[in-house]
C-alpha cells in the first residue's frame, strides 16, 4: 500500500509565494519519477513540473522560471516552489509518482489534491 499526502496549499495574493509539499509513504522501494500536475476549474488536468530520482526535471511552459520542483529522495518527498504566482495558477494541484515496490513492480499514484487560489 502506497500513500501520497500533500500539504501546503492555500490562498495568496498574486505576485505571492507558496510552497507546496507531498510525501510518499508505504511499499517503497524506488521513486523513479515525482511531480506535479494541476486541475482548474472546467479544464483538464496538466502536468506542471516532474522530476526523477537523478535530478532531471520537466517543467510547463507557462511555469519556467516561477516555479521550483525538487526532492527529498531519504524523506521520499517532492516540493514545489511557487513564486510570482497569477491568479491563472489557480487550481487543485495534484501529486503524481511512479513508485517501485520492494516487489520490484511500479505502478501510478496520485495525492489526493490540495488548492491553490491566487488572488488578484
Known amino acids: 500500500q502506497v500513500q501520497l499526502v500533500e500539504s501546503g496549499g492555500g490562498l495568496v495574493q498574486a505576485g505571492g509565494s507558496l510552497r507546496v509539499s507531498c510525501a510518499a509513504s508505504g511499499n517503497i522501494f524506488s521513486i523513479p519519477n515525482m511531480g506535479w500536475y494541476r486541475q482548474a476549474p472546467g479544464k483538464q488536468r496538466e502536468l506542471v513540473a516532474t522530476m526523477t530520482s537523478d535530478g532531471s526535471t520537466n517543467y510547463a511552459d507557462s511555469v519556467k522560471g516561477r516555479f521550483t520542483i525538487s526532492r527529498d529522495n531519504a524523506r521520499n518527498t517532492v516540493y514545489l516552489q511557487m513564486n510570482s504566482l497569477k491568479p491563472d495558477d489557480t487550481a487543485v494541484y495534484y501529486c503524481?509518482?511512479?513508485?517501485?515496490?520492494?516487489?520490484?513492480?511500479?505502478?501510478?499514484?496520485w495525492g489526493q489534491g490540495t488548492q491553490v487560489t491566487v488572488s488578484s
Open positions: 503524481n509518482a511512479d513508485i517501485t515496490t520492494y516487489t520490484r513492480r511500479t505502478w501510478n499514484y
